[in-house]
């Protein structure tokens, strides 16, 4: 029994998945100007992932942005590095009647659309194309669920922006 017992906190340790951030030139700008964040890699993780204060977390194959209603209109950018990849948009404290994005791909074949919006109420809607204008009803989170078309044809793999108004 006592084996057990420190057998879990190492079975615990060892199923911890940990994602390593790639620090990207801007990132390197920031820990050269500020030397202190070097070693820190809370704040390095935070300001490689963090663009207009949106939170960045990759689960599996889901890419997921959280942000502010509040940030409304911005403008995002994203990678999709594999074929099964999906962008979740999550969009807080949303008040508004009307929801309007654009995906702007770097590659105008990239077969990349709207895939679903999940609305406050819990239902969800779709599929869209590159661009979505959708009328909500009440208030609260809204996800914008970015993805490839099953029914068209072409490379998924490549840099996108997504235009929120």
């Known amino acids: 029994m006592k084996k057990l017992i420190l057998l879990i906190p190492i079975f615990l340790l060892?199923?911890?998945k940990t994602e390593s951030v790639k620090m990207s030139a801007s990132t390197a700008d920031t820990v050269a100007q500020n030397p202190k964040l070097e070693n820190?890699?809370?704040?390095?993780?935070?300001?490689?992932?963090g663009r207009q204060g949106m939170m960045r977390e990759?689960?599996?194959n889901k890419i997921i942005r959280t942000a502010d209603a509040q940030q409304?209109?911005?403008?995002?950018?994203?990678?999709?590095?594999?074929?099964?990849?999906q962008f979740i948009l999550k969009i807080k404290n949303f008040k508004g009647q009307n929801i309007t994005g654009e995906i702007m791909p770097e590659k105008?074949?990239?077969?990349?659309r709207f895939n679903q919006i999940k609305l406050p109420n819990g239902?969800?809607?779709?599929?869209?194309?590159?661009q979505i204008n959708y009328a909500v009803k009440g208030g609260g989170e809204?996800?914008?669920i970015i993805g490839k078309s099953n029914m068209a044809s072409g490379d998924v793999k490549g840099n996108f922006?997504?235009?929120i108004r």
Request: proline content about 6%.
């Open 58 to 60: 990759v689960d599996g």
């Open 14 to 16: 060892s199923c911890n």
């Open 161 to 163: 922006s997504v235009n």
């Open 108 to 112: 105008p074949d990239m077969n990349i």
């Open 40 to 49: 820190d890699t809370a704040n390095v993780a935070e300001t490689a992932a």
């Open 123 to 130: 239902s969800f809607d779709g599929p869209f194309g590159r």
């Open 142 to 144: 809204l996800w914008l």
């Open 72 to 85: 409304i209109p911005f403008s995002i950018g994203e990678e999709f590095t594999e074929e099964d990849q």
